[in-house]
């Protein structure tokens, strides 16, 4: 009579079963990170500074965002740490992303919650809308600007986890830095693919610049933009002159702060060339990052010029 085949011992079987299970944890984490960085060779914006060791990446929706709650701060006048703040907050609770879920009915960049009287869910969705909030709570917290960041943004958040934002404070500054101008031509983005199946143009970028920094950031539609540029495609010029002083490093940083802005938002808005204080940006060559124009004196002064897709 034949042996009869032993079955697997327990320990084989232990071993596979643990070994399938890494498996799947792997893949999950695969899969996690291409969401997160859009996965290899996609577009991406990266931030570095004069003196940063290292670039710190963000995908093209994380860099709109980013700009949105920057832009938002600029049009209320609010100092640059509430724009750090903000942005290590929405880092943490929604990794610069717009969700439409969350713990319990959480949504939206800064997880705000319409049970707890943040706003309708459609409200909470709009990224300006959600941003003002934060800032009109954040704003009503006594001497924030001189709090550390995890007990500012614990005031507003009331966070079951307030520790958790201090790990996204330094790339927070560093955003806050490139977003608001005051490292110049800090951020660059790669050429990317629109958000959705809309296409840009002037009214849109007008629209949005005037929604997020304040009717205040253009003048009247008679005296800026709408201009035919080379091969059918159009242009708008946006003066650094409003909401900045005279100062001349005033007027550089806030001239940055546009740039940077139309930068980030460039995806979304089809936005295919940005000029300012002798430099240039395009789409069709982003690689090459911010350009210097040989025939530009570089000045940090003058106005931002965005040529969009038709």
Not at 162 to 177: C, D, F, M, S, V
Not at 180 to 193: F, I, K, L
Request: aromatic share 6%.
């Amino acid at each position: 009579m034949s042996a009869q085949p032993k079955a697997p011992s327990f320990r084989k079987r232990r071993w596979r079963i643990a070994a399938a299970v890494a498996v799947l944890i792997g893949l999950a984490v695969y899969l996690v990170v291409q969401y997160i960085t859009g996965g290899p060779g996609a577009p991406h914006c990266l931030v570095q500074a004069e003196g940063d060791a290292e670039p710190y990446e963000l995908i093209p929706e994380q860099a709109a965002n980013a700009a949105t709650i920057s832009a938002v701060a600029s049009s209320r006048g609010l100092p640059e740490r509430a724009v750090t703040i903000a942005l290590a907050t929405a880092m943490q609770e929604s990794g610069l992303r717009n969700i439409d879920f969350g713990d319990r009915d959480s949504v939206g960049l800064f997880q705000q919650r319409p049970s707890q009287d943040w706003g309708t869910v459609r409200q909470i969705m709009d990224p300006v809308y959600s941003a003002g909030e934060f800032y009109t709570h954040l704003a009503k917290v006594p001497g924030y600007s001189r709090l550390p960041l995890t007990a500012a943004a614990q005031r507003v958040q009331r966070s079951g986890y307030p520790q958790a934002y201090a790990k996204h404070e330094a790339n927070a500054a560093r955003l806050t830095g490139a977003l608001t101008g005051r490292d110049h031509a800090a951020m660059v983005c790669s050429q990317s693919r629109p958000v959705d199946g809309r296409t840009g143009g002037v009214a849109q970028v007008r629209e949005k610049l005037v929604r997020e920094f304040g009717p205040e950031v253009l003048p009247s539609a008679d005296g800026i933009g709408g201009r035919a540029a080379a091969g059918g495609r159009r242009s708008v010029t946006v003066p650094v002159r409003h909401g900045a002083t005279d100062a001349v490093g005033d007027r550089s940083q806030r001239g940055w702060e546009l740039a940077t802005w139309a930068m980030a938002h460039s995806a979304e808005l089809r936005i295919e060339q940005i000029s300012y204080a002798g430099r240039t940006w395009s789409a069709a060559d982003s690689g090459k990052g911010w350009q210097k124009r040989p025939s530009a004196s570089g000045s940090g002064t003058g106005d931002v010029h965005l040529v969009t897709a038709r």
